[in-house]
């Protein structure tokens, strides 16, 4: 009996169109992860089992760490107006050049009056320089930190039109009142609620 | 797709010298090994690195008195955070009955217990009391918020009372003697 020829099929696949649908899924995940900033504080947040997680815009967050108190202002455009605002009740101009700068720049812990020098420099002056001492936030009369926020929700208002999200990133040794100061700046501008930032812990414990 | 056509075209006749045909397929099997590698990796890390946020309301500052809410003694648990990781808890009033000092370990036995026993006798849920004192640290703050947020003792926010003054004479007292103020 004659066998009946099975036909041989190739083994190989083309994967031309395969690798071209990878890369270019490959892309786009580069292109929209936000590449992650280096902190100038450096913080070790407590562990929680929290699942929440924090908004993309419309939040500030007041890290707290090593007796200093460092601001972040997420999204560029709200930083922006936020300089603007800060500049005109405290009768800085920043130029266009130094509002770039500012909208770039990750959480900063300058007094007003440094700010300007400050965001003269180039990255690596800016961590010698010494001028990061935090922002002030102790006297009545010159609670920085109280005017940022003030600012900050003010833009914020403006450009998104939803309420700001005030969150605190501590660090996991800080005593407690240093905490407590910073609450009471929120509290101080009817801020009741706000998030603790934490870092994500599996399961129980 | 990758192939070129590398045969000749007319396939003219004639003795030509042959060249040998080499293959133009490229492997790609490892190039989108990679590739999906890193797409996962890309996509696992921008989910994964925005932060947790543990939520926490307070009352307002200078509320009026007519929001105010009158706790009852028999339903509230008070928990003051003092020195070196140590809790000291107590039922109901201050003064009455002696805290318990307890580490970090044991607050959820006894949050599970306490709220079983305020539920069986009085038949309301259990309300605490959060009193973090200048000797915690933020560390142990977040960390009774999320025993009380795991226990699921409080069915609202657990109120937090993070004002010194409003550390009691007797609670001070107590601590300071047990050396955790």
């Known amino acids: 009996m004659a066998k009946a020829k099975v036909k041989r099929t190739s083994t190989s696949i083309d994967m031309t169109a395969m690798c071209d649908v990878s890369f270019l ?16 504080l450096e913080i070790a947040t407590p562990s929680s089992t929290v699942q929440y997680k924090l908004p993309d815009k419309g939040v500030v967050i007041v ?5 200093k108190v460092f601001l972040d ?12 605002k800060m500049g005109a009740s405290y009768g800085v101009t920043f130029t266009e050049e130094e509002t770039k700068r500012f909208s770039v720049l990750p959480a900063f812990g300058v007094p007003i009056g440094n700010l300007k020098q400050f965001l003269a420099m180039d990255g690596p002056q800016r961590e010698k320089s010494g001028l990061q001492t935090g922002i002030p936030l102790d006297s009545t009369k010159n609670n920085e930190l109280f005017n940022w ?44 609620k706000f998030s603790l930032i934490t870092s994500s812990e599996g399961g129980g414990e | 797709m990758a192939e070129l056509d590398t045969s000749s075209g007319g396939g003219k ?56 809410l009158e706790l009852r003694e028999s339903q509230t648990m008070t928990i003051l ?36 026993k305020v539920k069986e006798s009085t038949g309301r849920d259990i309300v605490i009391i959060v009193k973090p004192t200048d000797a915690s640290t933020y560390k142990n703050f977040v960390d009774i918020m999320d025993e009380i947020a795991i226990t699921k003792t409080n069915i609202s926010a657990p109120a937090v009372d ?17 050396g955790i103020f």
């Open chain 1, 25 to 40: 899924l490959l892309t786009f995940f580069i292109l929209t992860a936000t590449a992650r900033q280096p902190d100038p």
């Open chain 1, 63 to 67: 890290s707290v760490g090593k007796g």
């Open chain 1, 73 to 84: 202002i997420v999204g560029q455009d709200v930083k922006r107006a936020t300089l603007q």
């Open chain 1, 149 to 192: 926020l003030k600012e900050a929700r003010l833009a914020n208002g403006e450009i998104y039109g939803i309420d700001l999200n005030a969150a605190i990133k501590g660090d996991g040794k800080t005593e407690y009142p240093a905490i407590r100061k910073v609450v009471d700046v929120f509290q101080n501008q009817k801020i009741n």
């Open chain 2, 13 to 68: 006749k004639g003795g030509k010298v042959r060249t040998k045909k080499q293959a133009t397929k490229v492997d790609l099997t490892a190039m989108v090994d990679l590739a999906f590698l890193l797409i996962t990796f890309f996509m696992l890390t921008t989910s994964l690195s925005k932060p947790a946020a543990m939520e926490i309301a307070k009352p307002d500052k200078d509320a009026k008195d007519e929001n105010r």
């Open chain 2, 81 to 116: 955070l003092g020195k070196d990781d140590k809790i000291a808890w107590y039922m109901g009033e201050a003064g009455k009955s002696a805290p318990t000092i307890e580490g970090f370990g044991d607050i959820r036995s006894s949050l599970l217990s306490n709220k079983k």
């Open chain 2, 162 to 178: 993070d004002d010194p003054k409003h550390i009691l004479d007797s609670e001070r007292d107590f601590m300071k003697s047990k």
